[in-house]
């Protein structure tokens, strides 16, 4: 059974940072690049960061509102992705998803595999 399990979400104030985490099990974690995708209450979803499959600099992309704030990575051994966000403002409150795609395509992840997603608010 495909599992993409987030963690890490939760409250905080603007300015401050989470570590978001998705733990995957079911399929060849490391044949599959992974994005986060999130969705703000009352409002479509956005994707926010992919890294491929292999996780090598060079292989990360970022909507342009995250850039220099997030930062995605992954650890093939443990079949996990992360995202550290920092900076955090009202405007990143959100569910958070992983998503798996057998191919890396940026900003257009053809999603095979969604996680249950994690709630990040930021707010005072």
């Known amino acids: 059974e495909v599992q993409l399990v987030e963690s890490g979400g939760g409250l905080v104030q603007p300015g401050g940072s989470l570590r978001l985490s998705c733990a995957a099990s079911?399929?060849?974690?490391?044949?599959?690049?992974m994005s986060w995708v999130r969705q703000a209450p009352g409002k479509g979803l956005e994707w926010v960061s992919a890294i491929n499959a292999g996780g090598g600099s060079g292989s990360t992309s970022y909507v342009d509102s995250v850039k220099g704030r997030f930062t995605i990575s992954r650890d093939n051994a443990k079949n996990t992705v992360y995202l550290q966000m920092n900076s955090l403002n009202p405007e990143d409150t959100a569910v958070y998803y992983c998503a798996a795609d057998p191919q890396f395509r940026g900003s257009t992840p053809d999603v095979r595999y969604w996680g249950q997603g994690t709630q990040v608010t930021v707010s005072s």
């Open positions: 079911g399929f060849t974690f490391s044949s599959y690049a």
